[in-house]
Every structure is written in structure tokens, then in C-alpha cells.
């Protein structure tokens, strides 16, 4: 007679042999800890969530990393709040503590020194507790100088730390000024434009405190974040002159988009000058030859397949403590409630890239990222005024690698004749030579006032000649037809590892602004 757990043991194997793999999911790589998050939707201006005894609503709108135990977190509310046991898992014990109050919608959290900084609707405020409470008793003014119209729209982002000592700020543009609004805007001269004061531009505060312009065209630039050499970018959402989202490096005298903060170009201490013209209502190639000052982003997100609304940037700094993609920059996403991730390279020393997508499902609209001392990722939700995927309103979360590798690209390089993919693992060879196991396009957008583009002038591609490298993990791909100043499209849904593994995301972006020389 058989014996029965025999039996079972040889049922179980025969199962496993059988049965079909289960397909792998982000959760598997990277998983969510809810550290204080809303269970139940609600509208994002109700009040029936209370985390905390007095009714806190974490909208949180600003996140700065302080220790191995705490977080501290602005929310729209104007405070700013100390969390305590946001590592623990679970996170049952959580400790709140208001360090802050009063603040005009803080949109940003930065811990520099002793102190914290944030920009609120007219200043970049500094922030001490000086005689360590443990409560703020000392507010400064570090800058102002920015138009504040009363309009809706017209928020402060930041600031973000450069290497050199500077702070970033951000200001989105004014949007439906009307009335009492419109008679506290500037206009200029030249082109007629009405916005308030520097409204759309990029600007940096000296460590004397000099409040400076640096770039303009911002429609609504609500992530800054610096790269892994220390230059500065910023991310911009879809709408009127702004074809899809987009991720800009900030430079001094760079015009991105938005012609409408072409209001302060006349202003003392404006780095544009000389636009006498607008060219709108041509693709971005064609209008970037007659608008000679118009620059390019350094990476498109095409509109719902990598994003509708791209919010905050962080550099992974952990050193491998986040998984393989360290030095690569994430953006959040606010509508669907995501993170994409962005491969940046140099050609003809100008930024360009890729963008692939990432982690989706998080509870509410990202807003807010910052790396914490394990190498996992706090995540600020909150989605007041729009809607976004996700149960809830508002919260904090914490994404966690598992340790285990996706199989992902984790590259993507342009070359003259075509493009390189490194991936995180090796590649089944056979199928990775074959040429219709990639699909790719071209596209690109329309430069003009209305709101937002379809792609356009669409083109397929096929690589002619593929090849791997001896190690696997690099694939060649020989295309012909590449375009400058176009967006093109990878589907990789064919590939495999050489376990049988398919790519977690199969899908890549590559902002061609330049074909490199080799």
C-alpha cells in the first residue's frame, strides 16, 4: 500500500511540474507598507480620516527624511509634522507631532542644517526650533520677490539643494486670471504677455540670499530634483503649450514651453531676452528651427502610457539598497497613481533619455518621494483638486525592494545606427536575435497654445540586424530611420531571460533630441 504522504509529496511535484507559472508582478520586486493611509476612500476635502487625536488629514504635500526612525512631512494644511516608527513593519505605533503651523500651502520639505525650508505661496521660508522643544519657534524669510495674483494655480514648489549651496524653487503659472487678478500681473512690452511676476520660471536663492532667474516656460513644475551629477531638472504636466509631460534641465537662459512667463523676459535680472516672435502650430522639429530659443525636454512621458501628470523626482542614492537601478532618477505620477523610472545620458553635451514604467497601485496620487537610510522610498499621496487612481485621499506609504531582481531594461542608449539595451539580466539569446522581437516607432508633438498634443508624424521602425553580447545582457539594435527631435518607442513584450522570465515592463521611451556621432 502507498503511503499517503508519499502519495501527496508526488502530487505536489507532479503540480509544480504541470502547472503553469505564476506571472510575476511589481509586488513581487517592490512592495507597499501603508504607513499612515486613509482605509477608505474619501473626497479629498472631507475631513473623516484622523490618523492622528486632533483630526490630522495627511495631505502631505513636502517629505524630508531625518533619521533611521523619522520622517518629517508638510501637508496642505500649512504644517509641518515629525512621524516617528515610519520603519517599523508594521507600522502600529507610528508617533505624530506637530512641529510647525501657519503655513500658505507648503509645496515642498527640505532639512538643511538645523533647520527646514519650504516654499510657501509668496516666500521660501526657514524654519528653527532654537530652543529644542521640539516645536518651531522661529520662522524667516529667505526669499520672496514672485508674483501672487490670487489665482488658484499660482503654487510654489521646493526647494531642492543644488552642490553648489543653492536652493531651487519652481512657480507654476497663473491660469484663468481674471478681474482684481489680472491688475496684479506685469506685462511685457514686447510680446503683450500678462502673468505675475516670474510666474513659470525656475529660480535659485544664492547662500546670501539673492533670489535669481534662471530658466523659463513652466507650465506646472512640480518636481525638482538634481541628477547624479548634480545638475538641477524639473517636471512639467501636460496642457495649453505643453504637448505631454516632460522632465527639462534647468540652466540659466534656457526657455522650456509656457510663452506666457515670457511676461517677465523684460524684468531686471531676466537671462531671456530678444523673443520678438512665437511660432505655434508646428511640430516640436520644425518649430524649434523658427523659435530658435525654444529647448527641448530632456525626456518626453507620452500621455497616458507613461503618465498624465508627472509630479516629483528623486535620485536613487542607495547604493544597490533600492535594487539595480541606482544613479537613475524616479518621477512620480499623479493621476495613476505611479512611479516611472528615467535612464538620462549626455550627447553632444545636451540631456536626453529614456523613461520606463515602474510601480503602480500605490493608494493615492504621488506627489512627494524621498529615499530613506535603508534605501527605501517614503511616498507623499495626496490628491486635492484632481482625481487619481487608489482608494484613498491621502497618506504616506513606503516601498520596499524584496531583494529579488526584475527582469527589466535597465538602460536604453542611443547610437548612431540605432539603440543599446542593457538588461538586469541576461537575455534568452535565440529570441533576442530575432529582429521581430521588437517592435519600435517614432512620433512626435505639436508646439502650440492648445492643450496638450497627440502624437503625430508617426513612423514604424524595424530593426535591420540585432546582436548580443557574449555575457547576455547587452543587446544591440541596427535601425535605420531615426529622427532628431522625436520620441521613440520600444515594445520588447517577446523577450525573455534565460530562466523563461519576461520583462516585468516591456515598454521603453527614448527622447532622441540628438544622434550621437557614433
Not at 53 to 64: F, I, R, T, W
Not at 233 to 247: C, E, H, I, R
Not at 250 to 259: K, L, Y
Request: charged fraction near 20%; include cysteine.
Amino acid at each position: 500500500m502507498v503511503n499517503p504522504t508519499t502519495l501527496l509529496a508526488v502530487l505536489i511535484c507532479w503540480m509544480s511540474l504541470v502547472a503553469p507559472a505564476r506571472t510575476a508582478e511589481e509586488n513581487d520586486y517592490y512592495r507597499l507598507v501603508s504607513v499612515a493611509v486613509a482605509e477608505t476612500s474619501s473626497s479629498s476635502r472631507a475631513k473623516n480620516w484622523k490618523p492622528a487625536p486632533d483630526g490630522l488629514a495627511l495631505e502631505v504635500s513636502g517629505l524630508a527624511v531625518l533619521d533611521d526612525r523619522r520622517v518629517a512631512v508638510a501637508i496642505r494644511k500649512g504644517e509641518v509634522w515629525i512621524l516617528e516608527g515610519v520603519y517599523d513593519e508594521p507600522p502600529t505605533n507610528v508617533k505624530f507631532r506637530r512641529f510647525a503651523s501657519a503655513l500658505h500651502e507648503p509645496l515642498g520639505l527640505l532639512k538643511h542644517g538645523d533647520s527646514f525650508y519650504t516654499a510657501q505661496r509668496s516666500e521660501l521660508t526657514q524654519i528653527r526650533d532654537t530652543d529644542k522643544d521640539g516645536e518651531a519657534d522661529e520662522y524667516l524669510t529667505v526669499a520672496k520677490g514672485w508674483g501672487v495674483t490670487g489665482g488658484y494655480h499660482e503654487y510654489a514648489y521646493g526647494p531642492k539643494l543644488d552642490r553648489d549651496g543653492n536652493l531651487w524653487i519652481t512657480l507654476n503659472i497663473g491660469m484663468g486670471l481674471k478681474g482684481a487678478q489680472l491688475d496684479r500681473t506685469i506685462q511685457d512690452p514686447i510680446l503683450g504677455y500678462r502673468q505675475g511676476r516670474w510666474r513659470g520660471w525656475g529660480m535659485k536663492v544664492s547662500q546670501d540670499g539673492d533670489l535669481i532667474p534662471v530658466c523659463a516656460g513652466m507650465r506646472s513644475p512640480s518636481g525638482i530634483g538634481a541628477n547624479a551629477d548634480g545638475d538641477m531638472f524639473y517636471t512639467d504636466q501636460q496642457g495649453n503649450w505643453v504637448a505631454t509631460n516632460s522632465l527639462h534641465h534647468m540652466r540659466t537662459g534656457a526657455f522650456f514651453h509656457h510663452v506666457e512667463s515670457l511676461a517677465s523676459m523684460s524684468e531686471e535680472g531676466s537671462p531671456i531676452s530678444g523673443v520678438r516672435k512665437v511660432t505655434s502650430g508646428l511640430p516640436y522639429p520644425q518649430a524649434m528651427k523658427q523659435f530658435p530659443q525654444l529647448r527641448p525636454p530632456a525626456v518626453w512621458f507620452p500621455y497616458k502610457k507613461a503618465g498624465q501628470s508627472a509630479t516629483d523626482i528623486m535620485l536613487d542614492e542607495s547604493n544597490g539598497k533600492f535594487g539595480p537601478f541606482a544613479g537613475q532618477l524616479f518621477v512620480g505620477e499623479f493621476t495613476q497613481a505611479a512611479m516611472n523610472r528615467v535612464f538620462l545620458e549626455k550627447v553632444n553635451g545636451k540631456y536626453q533619455g529614456a523613461c520606463f514604467p515602474f510601480r503602480s497601485r500605490f493608494a493615492s496620487a504621488v506627489l512627494r518621494m524621498s529615499q530613506g537610510t535603508d534605501g527605501s522610498v517614503f511616498v507623499g499621496l495626496t490628491n486635492r483638486g484632481w482625481s487619481s487612481l487608489g482608494t484613498a485621499s491621502y497618506g504616506l506609504q513606503r516601498l520596499v525592494w524584496t531583494g529579488e531582481v526584475p527582469f527589466e531594461i535597465k538602460e536604453m542608449r542611443a547610437r548612431s545606427d540605432g539603440f543599446e539595451l542593457l538588461f538586469t539580466k541576461p537575455v534568452n539569446r535565440e529570441i533576442a536575435l530575432a529582429n521581430s522581437s521588437y517592435e519600435m516607432s517614432s512620433h512626435t508633438y505639436l508646439y502650440h497654445s492648445t492643450y496638450g498634443s497627440d502624437e503625430i508624424q508617426n513612423q514604424e521602425l524595424t530593426a535591420r540586424r540585432v546582436t548580443v553580447s557574449d555575457d547576455a545582457l547587452t543587446v544591440r539594435l541596427y535601425i535605420d530611420g531615426l529622427r532628431e527631435l522625436f520620441v521613440h518607442e520600444l515594445v520588447a513584450s517577446h523577450i525573455r531571460s534565460q530562466t523563461g522570465e519576461p520583462l516585468l515592463h516591456p515598454y521603453a521611451w527614448y527622447t532622441l533630441n540628438r544622434i550621437p556621432d557614433e
